[in-house]
T-cell receptor, first 108, second 111 residues
Framework: GQQVMQIPQYQHVQEGEDFTTYCNSS?????IQWYKQRPGGHPVFLIQ?????EVKKQKRLTFQFGEAKKNSSLHITATQTTDVGTYFCAGYGQNFVFGPGTRLSVLP | NAGVTQTPKFQVLKTGQSMTLQCAQD?????MSWYRQDPGMGLRLIHY???????DQGEVPNGYNVSRSTTEDFPLRLLSAAPSQTSVYFC??????????FGPGTRLTVT
């Protein structure tokens, strides 16, 4: 069945450093979504990418969708303590599947 | 708008007991889903609904039942609780099947 993987599983950064998480699907995706979940909270939608090679920015966050529509990345520039949480990708292939997430911790 | 609400927030069950997790949304969304979240495994889809009277199975449906009699409500029933069902359960809704709005979750422990 369809699988979505994310790397790394955990990332510890110093405040001000950059952070990137990568998402890879075993099948081609019609779109990909990114969610953020703060510790103890619920997932909150960040963005959706639909087009091959699409790049979208939200302030310090940059999202990319691969040319083959099987991978995506989220890059955070100059992390802040408010960026702490787990970042999930999720995509529509055969079904709607979430990746296992990347947990980000930011040391002040 | 309250968005997506879930009750209870916490629940402890004994093996073999049954219970219903409640989920309601006030955004008139067609799509509603139930997920379970276990450490290191992300969110796994249990059941979903594309409208009142229509439900379908997700990735991990065994041991759970759902129904959708109204647009607003989408309860999840555990038929006979097992320790493997200890998890955090999230309900979500969407107007288009794309951006999903999640409820605050129910933490369930089965002893």
């Amino acid at each position: 069945g369809q699988q979505v993987m994310q790397i790394p599983q955990y990332q510890h950064v110093q405040e001000g450093e950059d952070f990137t998480t990568y998402c890879n699907s075993s099948t081609t995706l019609s779109n990909i979504q990114w969610y953020k979940q703060r510790p103890g909270g619920h997932p909150v939608f960040l963005i959706q990418l639909v087009k091959s090679g699409e790049v979208k920015k939200q302030k310090r966050l940059t999202f990319q969708f691969g040319e083959a529509k099987k991978n995506s990345s989220l890059h955070i520039t100059a992390t802040q303590t408010t960026d702490v949480g787990t970042y999930f990708c999720a995509g529509y292939g055969q079904n709607f599947v979430f990746g296992p997430g990347t947990r980000l911790s930011v040391l002040p | 708008n309250a968005g997506v609400t879930q009750t209870p927030k916490f629940q402890v069950l004994k093996t073999g007991q049954s219970m219903t997790l409640q989920c309601a949304q006030d955004m008139n969304h067609e799509y509603m889903s139930w997920y379970r979240q276990d450490p290191g495994m992300g969110l796994r889809l249990i059941h979903y609904s594309v409208g009142a009277g229509i439900t379908d199975q997700g990735e991990v449906p065994n041991g759970y039942n759902v129904s959708r009699s109204t647009t607003e409500d989408f309860p999840l029933r555990l038929l006979s609780a097992a320790p493997s069902q200890t998890s955090v359960y999230f309900c979500a809704s969407s107007s288009s099947g794309y951006e999903q709005y999640f409820g605050p979750g129910t933490r369930l422990t089965v002893t």
